[in-house]
């Protein structure tokens, strides 16, 4: 990806392991043309991942009216959580936590904010599709292979705490396809699962009507009949769900015990993320080859749709969609999306390029103080 690879706006600043690389299929960017002010107006970037291409891309409205994008390899990177000072990332054997290297206030060079790599969680090739960090800073995470929500507390690749009432034993089949879950109040709360399946990949054949969301406070099932629903969040005292096999985004009237449909996006629906009256939802083209017979199909073809890969940001109180970004070329799926509070030029520091040896951020100094000894 270049700085030719983005429209909408004037002398974007683009910084990455793609920059300068030669691509055969590089991925392009497009935005509408009051996304940027928006981010800007908010004082937000967003970030989102593409497992496929093994992407995890950064985009700000800058510092001078110049959107900037920050864009790193990770082999299949998958979930994004934001905390008040960093983020966290899933790949394929490992959680990786970042976090702002700056000062409040300061910016080096072009960036007010920068993402250094500060520890990893070895899982292996566990699956890991969400992670949440609990009131009690516990990093936890959904371990689809193994069919449980787990704790990396560093005493295993993962400490299994809670699994579907349906599900045996943990074993390493991937049996419902448990995506997803949120918390309220600091606590687990909601997971989704695509099927009540006990058996290895029986889920597969339930794509289309298995799907369910559940409490797992007390294992009830709060919606169910969903085509694989996907990344269940709690927002402002709603608990919102992707069904990403039909392309809605809606919410779950947890009384009634029903998806609400809200809004209808051509896509397959993956990562949701809010602020404030909106919410940030990632589409990705469908993969025929695995994901045929959807009702998504069936919705694209009625509406005269084609199927998009890209970022929507849609206001809840009216469901208008006020700003998108569109992606195309080399990137056709979305996993996931986070809002950055507080930053509009972050940068994304990787493993790949220069900066991981020569950025160094110093923490605060003891050096001065006595030692205390063991025995005072």
Known sequence: MGE???TGGRGP??????????????????????????????GISLAFTTYTAGKTVLIGPGLDGNIAVSERNFGRAMALRATGSGLYLSTEHQVWRFENGLEPGCRLGNWDSIYMPRRSDVTGGVDIHDVQVDRDGRLLVAVTL??????????????PLWRPAFISEITNEDRCHFNGFCLENGEPAYASVVAASNVADGWRTRRAD???????????????????????????????????GSGWFGRID??????????????????????????????????????????LDGE????????????????LSDGEICHTLTITGGVEEIYDTAVLAGTRQPLLVGLEGEEISRFIAVGPDRSGERPRLAAE
């Not at 910084?15 to 392009?28: E, L, S």
């Not at 694209?300 to 206001?315: K, N």
Request: proline share 6%.
């Open 4 to 6: 030719s690879d983005l």
């Open 13 to 42: 600043i683009v910084a990455g392991d793609g920059v300068g690389v030669k691509d055969d299929n590089p991925f392009h960017i497009t935005y509408s043309g009051q996304f940027a002010p928006w981010m800007a107006h908010n």
């Open 146 to 159: 193994y069919n449980c929500l787990a704790e990396l507390d560093g005493r295993g690749s993962f400490s």
């Open 210 to 244: 298995g799907g369910m969301v559940i409490d797992m406070r007390d294992d009830s099932v709060v919606a169910s009949g969903l085509s694989m629903p996907h990344t269940p969040r709690m927002h402002q005292g709603e608990l919102y769900v992707l069904e990403a």
């Open 254 to 295: 947890r009384q009634a015990r029903r998806f609400e449909r809200l809004k209808w996006l051509p896509g397959f629906l993956r990562g949701l993320c809010f602020h404030g009256d909106y919410a940030v939802i990632g589409l990705s083209k469908p993969r025929n080859h695995i994901f045929s017979g959807l009702p």
């Open 300 to 315: 694209l073809a009625r509406r005269g749709r084609e199927p998009e890969c890209a970022v929507y940001v849609m206001r």
